[in-house]
């Protein structure tokens, strides 16, 4: 049977030149582990930390740090005997790049030795293959260099073994199948499917970027994803919007001061990002390590208006937002995902009401009417008529937004007083409310689509504008209700908001200082509140629920799956 199984042929690969890049051996591992985990770090540029990744560069720590030389493939003394720690070794012949952990040789005979973090495993070979192939690489970059190389060594830290690898025939044929495996599939442009029902996924560190299961559960609709794309993430947004504040970076804090004393001290690990209300004052150090560390800062005007967002270097998956333009442009896929954002954005409006109504009667007409209008919203032919089924429903909605409004008997419950939704500026409390809900609401928006890799500023439903983030406003619609709305809602109904925290000026209404720290407060913890999610059917925060459908939201632009879901609450 083996004289009789068809080879490979195998393609030679001419010699890199000009800005091509080499193949690093990490990712031929990431490939032969699985081919979707290789695409989306190596193309697409996507990256997220775990506790294994963490364990992993502790275990190398000392091999990370360059010690010894390689020596000369033609040293006189062929007894000569060396050891080299994190020496990087290319090859534009193989089209390849490594950085080997420790060499060991005598003379021209020379033995990588690959240092991982867990324990050995126990199966037939020693090690899996993908570490295999790992190690065989980098002994035939060593073999480019002059050497004489025919095993390699991995060392499990964890269980202190070591596990030959023979370089046969066999080996380095599956390599270099690896190898020409993830340049077809970098050149194919095409994410490769996930793995279906696999123990490798849950362990994996971009399980909440690939979304296996949701990807699959969506194609199929067969088994309930397992909820492991909703791990806790303890770091929440730190708001500074004290008069003339200043932010540095104090080791590993961060350190608030007011009129050159300080106000407060925060870990940077507790910091998912900073948002800066008016005029404060950030220093050049704690730029560079929020930046270094991902750490999007986000700068509003002191009433909250919405200016932008720094970052560092961006995102790199330049291929989501190739995808993101073609689409922008293309007349029937955007009106294809407005409808989808307005359905489900009357559907949860529909769903607020029926929760929160305070009338002495069920709203049925009410809620008939509304569901009447999401289902008409799929008749639009244009951009211009779902403007209008939007308006309609908007209006019948917010004709009867003061029936959620809880009443006291005493004359001040007035102030709450809902009529008609108005803006820019916002005549009433409950108004100053909703438009300041809702800027924060683009801003986490903002900030959750950059960090995914899109481009906020070009939309589907809401057309480019100069200096309007129109993707998060797309993404923000269905959940204006169920997050903005439903946070006022609290707020004036639990009496976190009162009618003296307002201001009344020129015929604008707008929030005093502590009112705004009190609302944020309140923002900030329905964005924290778990609910199960409607299609996967685990428990997820809405904080993460963005992050969810921005990242699925990609999937369907590059055709990974067949139409863009929404989130309707229940």
Request: glycine letters at 6%.
């Amino acid at each position: 049977m083996e004289e009789n199984r068809q080879r490979e042929l195998p393609l030679p690969f001419p010699e890199f030149s000009g800005d091509l890049p080499l193949l690093p051996a990490r990712m031929i591992n990431e490939y032969v582990y699985c081919p979707r985990l290789a695409y989306l770090e190596w193309v697409q540029g996507e990256w997220a930390e775990s506790g294994d990744t963490v364990e992993g560069r502790y275990v190398h720590r000392k091999v990370d740090k360059p010690c010894g030389d390689l020596p000369t493939n033609d040293s006189e003394n062929d007894e000569e005997k060396f050891h080299a720690r994190s020496i990087t070794l290319s090859s534009n012949r193989l089209g390849l790049i490594a950085r080997l952990d420790l060499i060991e040789g005598e003379g021209n005979t020379v033995t990588p030795i690959d240092y991982k973090r867990g324990k050995r495993p126990h199966v037939a070979k020693g090690a899996y293959e993908a570490e295999r192939v790992q190690v065989c690489i980098q002994g035939m970059l060593l073999e480019e260099q002059g050497y004489s190389c025919e095993k390699g060594i991995l060392y499990f830290a964890a269980s202190k073994e070591k596990v030959s690898v023979i370089f046969n025939e066999e080996l380095r044929n599956q390599t270099q199948s690896a190898i020409n495996g993830l340049r077809l599939i970098a050149a194919s442009g095409r994410v490769p499917p996930p793995l279906e029902d696999s123990p490798k996924c849950p362990r994996c560190s971009l399980v909440g970027i690939c979304l296996p299961d949701e990807v699959n559960f969506l194609k199929r609709a067969s088994v309930n994803p397992r909820p492991m794309a909703v791990a806790r993430d303890e770091a929440l947004p730190l708001y500074v919007q004290a008069y003339k504040a200043k932010v540095a970076k104090k080791g590993e804090l961060l350190q608030v001061s007011v009129e050159d004393k300080v106000a407060t001290n925060v870990r940077l690990i507790d910091v998912s990002q900073v948002v800066l209300m008016g005029n404060v004052y950030v220093t050049t150090p704690c730029l560079h390590e929020l930046m270094s560390r991902d750490i999007p800062i986000s700068w509003h005007s002191y009433g909250g208006w919405f200016k932008g967002h720094s970052v560092g270097t961006g995102h790199k998956n330049v291929e989501l937002r190739t995808a993101q333009y073609k689409a922008s442009f293309d007349d029937q896929v955007c009106l294809r995902i407005a409808k989808g954002l307005i359905h489900t954005k009357i559907m949860n409006s529909r769903t607020l009401m029926r929760r929160n109504w305070r009338g002495d009667k069920k709203p049925q007409a009410l809620l008939d009417a509304l569901k009447t209008d999401a289902a008409t919203v799929h008749k639009a032919n244009s951009l211009q008529q779902l403007l209008g089924y939007e308006g309609s429903a908007a209006a019948r909605y917010f004709g009867e937004f003061s029936q959620m409004i809880k009443r006291e008997k005493d004359e001040k419950s007035f102030a709450f007083d809902f009529i008609y939704r108005n803006r820019r500026p916002p005549k009433d409390p409950v108004n100053a409310l909703l438009s300041y809900a809702y800027t924060l609401l683009v801003r986490t928006w903002a900030v959750t689509l950059t960090a995914v890799g899109f481009d906020t500023y070009r939309g589907f439903y809401h057309q480019p504008r100069y200096g309007r983030p129109a993707l998060a406003l797309d993404m923000m619609e269905p959940f204006r209700s169920i997050i903005a709305e439903s946070s006022v809602l609290y707020a004036i109904n639990n009496g976190e908001v009162k009618p003296s925290d307002f201001i009344s000026a020129a015929g604008a209404v707008t929030l005093t200082n502590d009112a705004r720290k009190r609302f944020i407060a309140t923002f900030e913890r329905r964005l924290s509140q778990e609910v199960s999610h409607p299609l996967f059917g685990y428990k997820v925060s809405y904080r993460r629920i963005f992050e969810i459908q921005a990242r699925l939201l990609g999937r369907f632009l590059l055709h990974d799956i067949q139409d863009f879901p929404g989130f309707t609450t229940r």
